[in-house]
């Protein structure tokens, strides 16, 4: 069920073909004399994420069976620790939230998207008593493990908060079509985060001088159980990396982050693709190249160097790896398709803004379609690399329709686009302006 909104829903996928749906949804094979179902590693943890919780007899499992707490709704499940968010993909597990959920000036744990390109470890197998990290590479002097223990009594501990956003985050307004996950406006959010410098932990271990990268590799598995196979291994520059605000990130919000969201230990390094953020960390290489771990060669995460035309064929020399997020922002009060009466005068427009590894300067809101701007109040960021809250009233002239765009300029002068920008072939970094729609009677 890759998209709720066009796919059929659980209990129709599974009437149609429940053992194929046993095997498109769970990667759950069939025995033909048995007629049980057979889980592989990797579809074992998606099932136990879908029901938050160990399947005791799981190899009695009959084939084609929809687990009874998955049953009563068309949901394809519920996510713990999460409230709100909307599916993308159940395999692996991908979810963003809606606008008007992205409200707080702080990102609750329980509404930050998930972007998975993996299963998760198992939750009942992660014990961040033994939990390690481990250093090394070519470029790394002298290479060390560290329990969380010894992380948080060796360096100090550090807390920004810091936006986070898929590179495909609004990939879904592209035409032609691009390939992945149809993210809307959703898959951005800034927490506070908690943990140690990344670039403490490097210089502990010795940085060499021909150091050019870091990679990271996390406990998540590939989808296809084989466990030779990454499902994801990025990094950054090494001058990102030393950055003050590149975190190995332990709690977020003051607390454990969700097991979604990396629990134990994650990478954050904010302003760039999240896809750099590795989750359920175990292991950073320092490397005297760039890092080509999985997802870094290719096509993957890289955009054409100079335009092209929509829909055309890209050589990959064309493509370069994306680095710093382009300037955006976004309208999360009111939430789309209010109903205002007239009567009622001015509303408060309010929203985000954030433009990578930049400050944004200024934002402005239209009510008719980009004809003239209003400014809006901008608020200072709380730290380097976090997003900033704007806010301004907005009042309608006469009884309609209306919608409000949102459009945001960064310190370097560059705005958002009224319309989707340049399409490329992975549909990554479209910041066009973000609008809402008001009815006013």
């Not at 989750?279 to 955009?303: A, C, F, P």
């Amino acid at each position: 069920m890759s998209d709720p909104t066009s796919s059929p829903g659980l209990h129709q996928t599974y009437a149609q073909d429940p053992v194929r749906a046993d095997e498109r949804i769970w990667g759950r094979r069939s025995d033909p004399l048995t007629r049980r179902g057979f889980l592989n590693r990797g579809g074992l943890a998606a099932l136990t994420a879908a029901l938050g919780a160990r399947i005791v007899f799981s190899d009695k499992m009959p084939a084609g069976l929809i687990p009874a707490a998955l049953a009563q709704s068309e949901a394809p499940f519920s996510i713990p620790g999460k409230d709100g968010l909307v599916y993308l993909n159940d395999r692996p597990v991908n979810a963003e939230t809606p606008a008007d959920l992205l409200d707080d000036d702080i990102t609750p744990a329980s509404r930050l998207f998930i972007r998975n390109n993996g299963h998760p470890p198992p939750a009942d197998q992660i014990d961040p008593a033994t939990w390690t990290l481990r250093i090394e590479g070519e470029s790394c002097k002298n290479p060390r493990t560290f329990t969380l223990a010894e992380l948080k009594k060796q360096f100090p501990l550090h807390t920004y908060q810091l936006t986070i956003e898929c590179g495909g985050n609004g990939r879904s307004e592209f035409n032609p079509p691009a390939t992945g996950n149809q993210w809307t406006v959703g898959a951005v959010g800034c927490p506070e985060w908690t943990g140690v410098r990344l670039r403490d932990v490097l210089e502990a271990c010795g940085i060499a001088e021909d150091a050019v990268y870091i990679g990271y590799h996390g406990a998540d598995t590939h989808l296809s159980g084989d466990p030779k196979k990454e499902p994801i291994s990025r990094g950054v520059p090494i001058a990102k990396a030393l950055e003050d605000e590149s975190l190995i990130a332990l709690a977020m919000n003051g607390a454990d982050m969700p097991w979604m969201n990396g629990h134990p230990l994650r990478l954050v390094c904010g302003g760039w693709p999240a896809s750099v953020s590795g989750k359920w960390l175990n292991r950073i290489v320092v490397r005297n190249q760039v890092h080509d771990g999985e997802k870094m060669t290719g096509t993957s995460y890289r955009v054409p160097k100079h335009p092209v035309q929509p829909g055309s064929e890209v050589p990959e020399e064309d493509f370069e790896i994306i680095e710093s997020m382009p300037v955006k922002s976004i309208v999360t009060y009111p939430k789309s398709g209010l109903t205002h009466p007239l009567a009622d005068g001015a509303i408060e427009v309010r929203g985000h803004a954030w433009a990578g590894d930049f400050s944004v300067k200024e934002v402005w809101v239209s009510i008719d379609f980009g004809s003239t701007w209003q400014k809006t109040e901008l608020k200072a960021a709380p730290n380097l690399l976090a997003w900033q809250r704007w806010s301004t009233p907005v009042k309608f002239p006469e009884i309609g329709y209306y919608e409000v765009w949102a459009r945001a300029v960064d310190e370097r002068g560059r705005g958002q686009p009224m319309v989707v920008p340049g399409w490329n072939p992975k549909g990554y970094l479209n910041n066009a302006c973000h609008r809402i729609a008001v009815q006013v009677v």
